[in-house]
């Protein structure tokens, strides 16, 4: 299978670095999937799984929260406003992250920056509800 | 000549100065290793976040170009945004970004220009109170946080963009000292409003497909890039800081030792001879009888 560079990377640290054969991106007008030789694209993302896939068996899922993605010939980098590992992930950090959307919605005072983070509270809100579905069944 | 006893006394407070700069300078170590690992970690988010921008902002340009790259069309009013340390004993950082500061006001004062400052960090308030009390419009405290996050950066940045649409200045500059390695911090300037594209970082020369517009991801990158500066500016401070106060606390350690070394030559010195000077006096009292 033919492999590229791919890298997600958080504020805080590199989440991922290395030669992936395809990664399922949740940008924020729908999932897609990006293979090697992909056109160069750039995409806004919203919260959801980034699933990376290593070699033909093996995997790897994150959680993202916002932020964008880059494609070029050369390489796939993701610049997660937040990013963990999905084994951190649970309703108690989802309900936190939730929690801050509403405060920063609440205190926020410019109409576009309002719309941005009631699309962002939205979002979370909405992966929770597949989060704990995911986790049910 | 002192007293054995104030030369004693000056010793024992001597080692118990070098007792707490070495107990002070392990501490930054381990503090440092700390900060430099999340310098270390941030840097690549904030170098790829510049890469994007130079790909994106290469597209737009003239009228359509958002404010925060193409600036308001003047530069009347300069914000300056100086970030130093909550605490001192830290060799010469807080104050060589404040003298990086204070020249670049000065000489923006001299063109005519109106100068506001924004300081972090109260280390480098006390410092320029004294010449710009009437130019510091607001002062941030971190003082209460153990270890700046992004939390902290979104704040300043929140702060300075609702400035900027509010037309309170035209050119932002940030003010912070880069960590190269333990005795080496750079006090940096870097301009943030209108952001700077720093120039060859334009890796591919290919048309990108935008989802959605490339406007509108420019206007939600751009605020983004604010804090991601600001944030990288804190993380490589707080670095600065605890490499320059632990350079710092090594040569008083070393300081503190020469001059133990010193005293206590002396005290003996001064003892053995008030030994040999109590000596004669018996022995000449002796012969005289």
Redesign the interface.
């Known amino acids: 299978m033919a492999t590229f560079k791919f890298?997600l990377?958080?504020?805080?640290?590199?989440l991922f670095s290395g030669e992936i054969i395809s990664v399922i991106v949740p940008?924020?007008?729908g999932e897609m999937t990006v293979l090697a030789g992909h056109?160069?694209?750039?995409?806004?993302l919203k919260a959801g799984i980034v699933f990376v896939q290593t070699t033909d068996q093996n995997g790897k899922e994150f959680f993202v929260n916002g932020g964008?993605v880059?494609v070029?010939?050369?390489s796939t980098?993701i610049?997660a406003?937040q990013g963990r590992f999905i084994e951190d992930v649970d309703t108690a950090v989802l309900d936190a992250e939730i929690l801050a959307a509403e405060t920063r919605l609440a205190g926020s005072?410019?109409e576009?920056e309002k719309k941005?983070l009631a699309d962002t509270l939205v979002q979370l809100q909405e992966f929770k509800h597949v989060f704990e579905q995911r986790n049910a069944a | 000549m002192p007293s054995l006893k104030d030369l004693r006394n000056r010793i024992a407070s001597v080692k118990a100065t070098q007792k707490i700069t070495k107990a002070m300078q392990m501490v930054a170590a381990a503090k440092l290793r700390r900060a430099q690992s999340a310098a270390e970690a941030a840097r690549p988010y904030a170098e790829r976040m510049e890469t994007v921008l130079a790909n994106l902002a290469s597209g737009v340009t003239g009228s359509s170009a958002p404010r925060l790259i193409a600036g308001t069309g003047s530069d009347k009013v300069h914000l300056l945004l100086v970030c130093t340390a909550e605490r001192g004993l830290c060799g010469a950082f807080n104050s060589s970004i404040a003298r990086l500061a204070r020249d670049k006001a000065n000489a923006l004062k001299a063109d005519g220009k109106t100068v506001k400052i924004i300081c972090v960090g109260k280390k480098g308030y006390d410092i320029l109170r004294r010449q710009f009390a009437s130019e510091i419009i607001e002062f941030i405290d971190l003082r209460e946080f153990k270890q700046v996050g992004f939390v902290n950066a979104e704040a300043i940045a929140q702060n300075v963009l609702l400035r900027f649409e509010n037309g309170e200045f035209d050119v932002a500059t940030l003010f912070f000292s880069r960590f190269r390695s333990v005795i080496a911090q750079i006090p940096t300037a870097q301009r943030i409003i209108p952001a700077e594209i720093p120039e060859g970082t334009k890796q591919t020369d290919a048309v990108y497909d935008y989802e959605p517009e490339e406007s509108e991801i420019l206007e939600t990158l751009l605020p983004r890039n604010l804090t991601v500066q600001i944030l990288r500016a804190l993380l490589e401070n707080a670095a600065s800081e605890q490499g320059a106060r632990m350079s710092a606390m090594d040569s008083a350690t070393r300081n503190a030792g020469e001059m133990i070394k010193k005293q206590t030559t002396l005290y003996n010195r001064s003892r053995q001879a008030m030994i040999t000077k109590e000596l004669i006096e018996i022995i000449s009292g002796a012969e005289a009888l």
């Open positions: 890298e990377v958080s504020p805080e640290r590199i940008s924020a007008e056109a160069p694209l750039v995409a806004t964008l880059e070029n010939h050369a980098t610049l406003e005072h410019s576009d941005r």
